[in-house]
Each structure stands twice: as C-alpha cells, then as structure tokens.
C-alpha cells in the first residue's frame, strides 16, 4: 500500500553535547519518508533548492522513496539550525532560513494523490488544506505546531474537521484547547474532528486516544542519545507507515503502530541527522520491536 507526505526538506546545522553536524540531510518529509519507506511505498512531496546536494537525492532513492513530487527550485534550500542542552529535551533555535520553502505551495502527482493514505507534516494549515483538495487517501494523519495554533487557527481547525488522525505533543494540546489535563485536552481535540489523537510525551513515551479507549506507551530506552533532531517525525513515519502495510486502522492496528513509530523513532537518536535512521532495515527494527516487548509485558 502506498503512502504520501508533504513537508519539509532541509539542511539542519545541529550541535549537542555529542558533537556538531554542519548542514546535514533534514526536514521532517525526510525523516518521515525514511522511517516509512520501512514499511510501504512512499511518496514525498516537498521543495528544495539547487544547491541540495545530489548525494542526499541519492539516499533517498536508494530507500525506494518516489521522489516525482520533490520540486527543485532556483535558489537556496530550507535551512534550519539548533543547539540542544545537556538535557536534550530543551533546545535553542538558532536560525530559520525558509528559502525556497517560503513558495512552497505542494503539487501532487497522479500518483502520490491516489494514495491510500496521506501524511500532512508540519506546514501551514492553509497548505495543508491545498493538499487535502488534491488527494482520494482515505486516510489522512497530520502534524501541527504551536505556531499555527497561535497565527492560524481557523485553518488549522478547517483541517482538523478532515482529517482521521492528529499527532501531536502534550504542550500542543494544552495550547489548542486550554485543557492542563491531557485526557481532557485530547478528548478536546477528538471533538474539532479526528477520531484518533496522538500525544507526544518525548522520552516519557506516548498516549493514543482512539475510538475504543486509552493506551499507553514508553519511549524505547537509550544510554546515549546524539540527537533527538527529528524524532517526532520519524515517529510518525513509522505510525503511518505500518497502519499503510497493514491496511488497517482498528484498535489492535494502532496500537501496534504506536510502538513501530516508538521503535523507529528511538534508531534516529542514535546518530546526528537521519544517519542511523538510513542503516536500520525490517531485522532491524522486528529485534527492538521484540525488545520493546519485553520492555514492556508484566
């Protein structure tokens, strides 16, 4: 089964306590794209400019990801750079340079608009609604941010009335619907629209609110974490990229996805950048899938 996402492609400068990457592969479409090329045929829709490089492309294609959607465009690629603490939970900003991305508006070809299921990263909500009008998925994930609660709400909930599921982290909710409880505030959140809300907690793991209840999981455990850069969307890739394979979205579906999105999740702190994230194939990810399991039966 076949999978779309429309987002971003960057070259991230990223420094943590580990060390420094100096403008390397990013964007959340790429970490999307490669956690979920795992699982499904994936589609990426984005932009860059001419001066991405080549080898990145390569990479890309390498992991079977259709890159018919990728426009290339005159001028400089999205570049994002961020400095996290000693406690890699808090990060720093340090410049945002939208380039070519300022432009964007996505464009969907045959192929990746008849896809069975959709992913709306993090872009503006008036975007995302472009895309919606392009595409026959029939199921739809999205990815949303503070910013956009707080310049665009009005879209951002346009969106949210036609979508399935939202994923989204525990400040996010609290944000959009004023609720300091996140069962509350999820609960808030079905009732804009999507039957399926995703929180993200970080390293405290995550809570899904779908149709038949509440379930909880851990982030998978780490030692050392080089750079968390990325994560939430390799998250994602890999919640939407098993619910794709599966072509499935019932209780025990979403579950399972949960923890595949945990577990691909947990290979990308592994490295800076998608480093990792582009090594790891299905062996891989069914180890620390078992291992996950373990982690968590009582």
């Known amino acids: 089964m076949s999978l779309t996402v429309v987002g971003s492609v960057a070259l991230d400068t990223v420094e943590t306590p580990a060390g420094k990457n100096e403008e390397g592969l990013g964007g959340a479409a790429t970490y999307f794209a490669l956690a979920a090329a795992n699982y499904a045929h994936v589609h990426l829709i984005g932009i860059v400019g001419d001066d991405f490089p080549e080898e990145h492309v390569r990479l890309l294609e390498e992991k079977g990801i259709d890159l018919e959607g990728l426009e290339r465009a005159a001028g400089a690629t999205f570049r994002w750079a961020g400095r996290y603490h000693d406690d890699v939970n808090v990060r720093d900003t340090l410049d945002t340079q939208l380039n070519v991305f300022e432009q964007f508006h996505p464009k969907l070809p045959a192929a990746a608009s008849e896809a069975a299921y959709l992913f709306l990263g993090n872009i503006h909500p008036s975007l995302q609604l472009e895309v919606l009008e392009q595409t026959r998925a029939r199921f739809v994930g999205l990815d949303t941010m503070n910013l956009w609660i707080d310049i665009a709400l009005d879209d951002l909930k346009a969106v949210l009335r036609r979508v399935d599921a939202v994923i989204i982290n525990d400040s996010e909710v609290k944000e959009l619907t004023g609720e ?37 999981a851990p982030a998978y455990p780490l030692d050392t974490v080089v750079d968390p850069t990325g994560a939430g969307d390799t998250f994602a890739g890999g919640f939407m990229g098993y619910l794709a394979q599966q072509e499935a979205v019932d209780n025990a579906s979403l579950r399972r996805a949960v923890v595949h999105g945990s577990v691909v999740a947990s290979f990308t702190c592994e490295a800076f950048g998608p480093d990792r994230l582009a090594q790891i194939d299905e062996r891989a990810i069914a180890a620390r899938y078992r291992a996950f399991q373990e982690l968590a039966a009582f």
């Open 180 to 216: 300091g409880n996140l069962i509350r505030g999820a609960r808030a959140v079905k009732a804009l629209g999507p039957r399926i809300v995703v929180v993200k907690k970080g390293e405290h793991g995550c809570l899904l609110f779908g149709e038949d209840g509440v379930f909880a």
